[in-house]
């Protein structure tokens, strides 16, 4: 195979072509990459006639290189069938996607296999049968497990579209993978058990495919019947009510029960998969003491992935009985797991055992469940602490703010001091629903000084999650109320010592701004942003500039001209570089339009023009350096 400038008339344009062609068989591992990214190029330049006789004849007889060249090959091809001429040649690509399915790396069979099925749906029904059915059929009788394999995923897309005879011999030999001495092969064949069921006939459905199904779900490798979990959700949910009772409960209940706890772990994992796929009664009846029972499994990672499932496989239950359902038989084990040896059981508990109150009511959730909650809030895991925070809200819609403070107020207090800053922040972040629920009083008493000790965390998240829920305080309790517990605090700030909480001082004030009235911002505001104008730190100054922008919106304009304006202006001077580039970064802003265009219009023309010329240096500074200012 060869692409030359006289070939194609002495065009030019061909010779990067010609590169990629001789790249192919260079020794150099990424040239070859290079050029096999690049193979729909070389195919367009060949055109569809020389692509089906040489090029693809070409990476058929290469096949053999590194993985990285074969598995971008193998994706390649699967969207070459407009490179060849379109579906009535797609069947030219079978060969080299049939040597790639063969390959020893599973993720290029995998990425094959892919491939082969994007490109069987290309197929008409006549070729199917007369090119993909036999390729098929030699990769499902190969030698080597690897074709086998393969050959597990493409039954289902080609089963549906051709002719009864050939079904029975597809069936007939899925059925031959799933007995395969291999267990590799026979584990390929269980993944694809269920996706091959939702194409069967319903007859066929009971007589043959089930009893693929009970030899993979009593195979003696742990691993294929782990596997066959899948399957079964698949064919529950394929058959009558009745069948499902005579056929699947006796493998399912088999495969709760089994002996090894990956199995067990795979049944957890798909438990409320398998309770959608089995009805409500038989639910009830066979899955809710199953579950009970995974719950108390002698595996930590089976009573994690159960655990992880409790919200979810409640509400699926009978709405008539669900409530009883939960106290009498759940719960009980429940509350064992609060105590589990196991942290990462705790902390999957944790995130969902919220989600059982609205299911069980106000004086249930008081009964049963607050208790549970103070535990898992005292635990000595800080990802549990966390967990049972972050979903208080779904508990407080059902039992009300006023009996979730009595109850658990206590312990939120102590986590707001928690060690670990991420339970922090989840205090911090809740602290407006709370809030919201208490009233002003009752939060004025027991949680503002909370929120104000915040601003002076360690840690600079909390202490800019905390700037964010004042502004939200403030919209829910007035401005009056800012101006009596907020202001004194943020007026201390900034005095402090410590140039960070001056920092913070100035982001609260900016933040502020945007929940007060424009005089309160003149009165309580300004006179804290003035002071940080002249602080010896160029990091506080710079970031007064930076601030200007935001609180100038809310201000009234005669105030942005008379002290704003000023303001700015010095800081432009400034001695610090940063201070006097964040300054002009302000003035040259959305908010110059408002803050400086009338006194600029009636300025010189040449004030005005050497101010735009400005402005356009300034838009040139390096990026890097900007990024550099931001850290």
């Not at 998969?273 to 009805?279: M, N």
């Not at 986590?415 to 911090?428: H, N, S």
């Amino acid at each position: 195979m060869s692409i030359s400038t006289e070939e194609g008339g002495g065009d030019e344009s061909l010779y990067p072509i010609a590169v990629l062609i001789d790249e192919l068989r260079n020794e150099d591992v990424q040239l070859r990459l290079n050029s096999i990214r690049k193979l729909s190029s070389i195919a367009l330049a060949l055109g569809v006639e020389r692509t089906r006789n040489e090029l693809i004849q070409f990476l058929t007889d290469t096949i053999y290189d590194e993985d990285e060249v074969l598995l971008v090959l193998a994706e390649q091809l699967g969207n070459f069938t407009p490179l060849v001429g379109g579906p009535d040649f797609v069947h030219c690509l079978l060969p080299p996607l049939e040597n790639l399915a063969t390959v020893e790396e599973t993720v290029v069979r995998d990425k094959a296999v892919e491939s082969l099925r994007k490109i069987a749906d290309k197929h008409s029904v006549p070729a199917l049968e007369e090119h993909f059915v036999p390729m098929l059929k030699r990769l499902a009788t190969g030698d080597w497990f690897t074709s086998r394999t393969s050959a597990s995923g493409l039954f289902s897309v080609a089963y549906p579209r051709v002719s009864p005879a050939i079904k029975a011999e597809l069936r007939s030999m899925f059925r031959v993978l799933t007995r395969d001495d291999t267990p590799m092969v026979r584990r390929a064949a269980a993944s694809k058990l269920g996706e091959f069921a939702k194409v069967f006939e319903k007859d066929f459905l009971v007589d043959e495919l089930h009893q693929m199904f009970i030899d993979l779900a009593v195979d003696e490798q742990d691993s294929v019947r782990l596997l066959a979990v899948e399957a079964c959700v698949s064919i529950a949910s394929l058959v009558s009510e009745e069948q499902r009772v005579e056929l699947v409960k006796p493998s399912m209940l088999a495969l709760i029960e089994d002996k090894s706890w990956r199995v067990r772990y795979m049944v957890a994992d798909r438990f409320t998969e398998l309770q959608q796929a089995v009805g409500e009664k038989m639910t009830q009846e066979e899955l809710l003491p199953a579950f009970s029972n995974l719950l108390k499994d002698n595996e930590g990672e089976v009573r994690s992935a159960a655990a992880t499932k409790i919200a979810k496989f409640c509400e699926s239950l009978p709405l008539a009985t669900r409530e009883q359902s939960i106290i009498n038989t759940l719960l009980p084990v429940i509350k064992e797991l609060v105590n589990d040896p196991n942290q990462h059981v705790k902390s999957e508990l944790a995130s969902v055992i919220m989600g059982l109150a609205p299911m069980v009511g106000k004086d249930n959730t008081i009964t049963h469940l607050l208790p549970i909650y103070m535990t898992l809030l005292k635990d000595t895991t800080a990802e549990v602490r966390l967990n049972i925070i972050s979903s208080l809200d779904k508990v407080n819609d059902v039992i009300g703010a006023a009996q979730l403070t009595q109850s658990l107020l206590p312990a939120i207090v102590d986590l707001a001091e928690d060690g670990k800053w991420r339970v922090r922040l989840a205090i911090v972040q809740f602290m407006p629903l709370l809030a919201a629920q208490l009233g002003q009083e009752f939060f004025d008493e027991k949680l503002l000084s909370l929120c104000l000790n915040w601003l002076t965390d360690h840690v600079y998240a909390i202490r800019e999650a905390s700037t964010g829920i004042l502004k939200d305080l403030t919209i829910k309790f007035g401005g009056e109320w800012a101006a009596k517990n907020l202001i004194p605090k943020a007026t201390t700030l900034a005095k402090d010592t410590n140039y960070l909480h001056r920092m913070t001082c100035l982001f609260c004030a900016a933040t502020l701004s945007e929940a007060l009235s424009k005089e309160q911002v003149v009165r309580d505001i300004m006179p804290i942003i003035k002071d940080l104008s002249e602080d010896h730190v160029p990091n506080v100054r710079f970031n007064v500039a930076k601030s200007l922008a935001r609180i100038a919106k809310n201000v009234p304009a005669p105030f942005q001209q008379s002290d704003i304006k000023p303001m700015l202006g010095k800081l432009c001077g400034d001695a610090d570089f940063d201070v006097r580039y964040f300054a002009d970064e302000t003035k040259t802003a959305k908010l110059n339009d408002v803050v400086f265009s009338a006194r600029l219009l009636s300025d010189s023309s040449f004030i005005a023009i050497w101010f735009i010329l400005h402005s356009s240096l300034l838009r040139f500074l390096p990026v890097v350096y900007r990024s550099i200012l931001d850290l």
